[in-house]
């Protein structure tokens, strides 16, 4: 049997349900039940309440991820530790209050002897929180149009990924429509695209591309360029030649 092991997780130190199971030779789902069952109890007590005393004080609501699939688990405090262990009788849960004790207390030692860092959340929790976060942000991103959409989609990869898959929109200098370049040179959008076309102006030196929604398609996605000012005086020598 693994050595019971406590780590921190939002400041709090704690311990996996799993490994609570695997310590008391209880099926997860089993004790699952049981958690379920306690913060249920703590809940619907106005005493709790009344004392200011929180079920996550006692047990946090987690997942794990397992051959591409996310299943739910707890993380337990030394609070829900002693709860689980006061439900216990016999030898196993004589062993098991001597394996939290001693974690819990080796853990505390570290932190107050400053002699070794604190250990950080395990590799599927790190992950689950980055799924979580993208999923937000793909969310968030539905909201939205254009640019905004290009930097929330942009993020969402990057906390799956590490990297920016996709790339992230220029967005420091001001940029304008082709509609917009139109009615500063007194010329249609269309003439602005044929002319941009024509000379090879939608280049990184005059703007970029961006998503924006087709017009006569909500919901639809089409690639759009955006300019910047400076292609302004380019354009006026070009239709001053013409």
């Not at 946090?60 to 030394?78: A, H, V």
């Not at 429509?177 to 102006?201: F, T």
Request: proline share 3%; hydrophobic share 35%.
């Amino acid at each position: 049997m693994n050595e019971l092991r406590v780590f921190n997780f939002n400041d709090a130190e704690v311990v996996d349900s799993r490994d609570v199971a695997e310590w008391t030779d209880r099926n997860h789902k089993d004790l699952l039940r049981d958690i379920r069952g306690y913060i249920e109890v703590m809940e619907k007590s106005d005493e709790i309440s009344q004392r200011k005393i929180a079920p996550s004080d006692f047990f946090i609501e987690s997942t794990f991820e397992s051959r591409g699939k996310q299943y739910p688990c707890y993380l337990l405090t030394k609070k829900g530790c002693d709860m689980v262990a006061n439900k216990m009788t016999g030898e196993k849960g004589v062993l098991f209050t001597a394996a939290y004790v001693s974690a819990f207390e080796k853990m505390r030692e570290h932190i107050q002897g400053g002699k070794t860092k604190r250990l950080g959340m395990t590799d599927y929790q790190m992950e689950s929180i980055r799924v979580r976060k993208a999923q937000l942000l793909e969310r968030l991103a539905k909201e939205y149009d254009g640019t905004y959409r290009q930097v929330l989609q942009a993020h969402a990869t990057k906390e799956l990924t590490g990297e920016y898959l996709l790339p992230l929109p220029y967005i420091g200098e001001k940029m304008y429509s082709a509609q917009e370049i139109g009615e500063k040179l007194g010329i249609s959008a269309n003439k602005v695209g044929m002319l941009a076309n024509r000379n090879h102006l939608k280049t990184k030196q005059y703007g970029t591309w961006v998503n924006d929604v087709a017009k006569n398609c909500p919901g639809k996605e089409v690639p759009s360029f955006r300019y910047y000012e400076s292609v302004v005086p380019v354009l006026k020598t070009i239709i001053s030649k013409q």
